[in-house]
């Protein structure tokens, strides 16, 4: 099993940027697809940004397109998520997640995941 643990949330203004680190420890890193997840109070937990094995394929939730970027380093068993202009709205909890099998080349649905962090909470001030 891969063990993740999230870091670089924090408190931004409106507009402005973060860059969230997810790293593992466990199996073999570049074995599994990864995800970010977001969760806000009192709303259901929603997909953010997934990537394949090597990251040559990603995918993003409608409300991120074109404001985050999603990325993994294989040697450093790091995957990353760069926000850029940030809303008030984009304010949660961050989790990273780990695909449950190697044979997932990519994933979008909490369902397909196995393994998550602890979380990053990420807040977005007006």
């Known amino acids: 099993q891969v063990h993740v643990v999230e870091s670089g949330g924090g408190l931004v203004q409106a507009g402005g940027s973060l860059r969230l680190s997810c790293t593992a420890s466990g199996r073999t890193f570049s074995d599994y697809a990864m995800g970010w997840f977001r969760q806000a109070p009192g709303k259901e937990r929603e997909f953010v940004a997934s990537?394949?094995?090597?990251?040559?394929?990603?995918y993003y939730g409608d409300s991120v397109k074109g404001r985050f970027t999603i990325s993994r380093d294989n040697a450093k068993n790091t995957m990353y998520l760069q926000m850029n202009s940030l809303k008030p709205a984009d304010t949660a909890i961050y989790y990273c997640a780990v695909v449950k099998s190697t044979g997932v080349a990519i994933a979008t649905t909490e369902v397909d995941f196995g393994s998550w962090g602890q979380g990053t909470q990420v807040t977005v001030s007006s």
């Open positions: 990537i394949s094995w090597y990251g040559r394929s990603t």
